[in-house]
């Protein structure tokens, strides 16, 4: 469902600032795969992330998603087959909409464009029916402004207009760092509801260790622009964080420092 092939990435080529943000990135998802990254600050997580939405463009390597090299496709040629939510619960939204009114942007985000109706009876049924998953009684809220709903309320729905259209990859990008402890949780498990409820592929970076343990069948480490570790679904479920840290010292003769990672 994804594979990214010898993906390479410089920024500030060729100067005092030049920094390696990727090298050599190889990666497999196969469909159904929910894959956790974990890393420091400037591990390349996000610009992984960025490179498979389209944001930015690998100065070589290529990009398939669902058998299609994508390598060339701008990002919004690409928003039709991924889902992705960012740290930022604004981001995802449009804050002056109502709920049916982000919904109908989701849900026919991937539909030819027509002179019909974007909200129907019909349609909101299908609305109130997903937003029943999220238990946050959002469903009778349709015409309330996303503008006015809390940081987790918006996060819920961004989560849940990414997953709308089962995307063939669907990108977590810190999706619960922004949040308080009980909101965090909250969105942790709606996550795993609706990424097991239609088995989508899913690709999440998070800073928080326990978080990438719980979930996900496949986890891979970063550090300096490149994956040092990967832990497969027959290791996965045994693993702790004290196994996470003594790899990554085996691997780079010294401690991980990162107290977000581990506190997160």
């Known amino acids: 469902m994804l594979k990214l092939t010898n993906i390479n990435k410089v920024f500030n080529e060729g100067t005092p600032d030049e920094k390696v943000a ?44 669902d058998g299609k ?25 449009a804050p002056s909409m109502t709920i049916e009114e982000n919904l109908a942007l989701a849900y026919n985000r991937t539909k030819p464009r027509t002179l019909g109706f974007g909200v129907n009876k019909k349609k909101k049924d299908i609305y109130r029916t997903a937003l029943e998953m999220l238990s946050l009684n959002l469903e009778n809220r349709l015409n309330a402004k996303v503008g006015l709903l809390s940081g987790g309320e918006r996060q819920a729905l961004s989560l849940l207009m990414a997953t709308f259209t089962q995307p063939s990859i669907l990108l977590l990008d810190e999706h619960t760092a922004a949040l308080d402890p009980s909101r965090a949780e909250l969105i942790t498990n709606i996550t795993k509801q609706l990424v097991e409820k239609d088995s989508l592929t899913t690709l999440m970076v998070t800073h928080n260790m ?19 570790l990967e832990v497969g679904p027959e290791d996965k479920p045994n693993l702790t964080i004290p196994d996470l840290m003594a790899a990554f010292e085996k691997i780079r003769g010294e401690k991980m420092n990162s107290d977000r990672a581990l506190l997160g």
């Open 210 to 228: 326990q978080q990438a343990l719980d979930l996900g069948n496949r986890l891979i480490m970063m550090d300096k622009g490149q994956i040092i």
């Open 69 to 93: 090299n994508v390598t060339a496709d701008a990002e919004y040629k690409r928003a039709r087959h991924i889902g992705r939510v960012f740290q930022d619960p604004m981001a995802g939204t």
């Open 22 to 65: 990727l090298g050599d990135i190889n990666l497999h998802l196969a469909p159904g795969d929910f894959v956790t990254i974990i890393g420091s600050n400037g591990a390349g997580k996000s610009t992984m992330m960025n490179m498979i939405s389209g944001a930015l463009t690998p100065d070589f390597g290529t990009v398939h998603i």
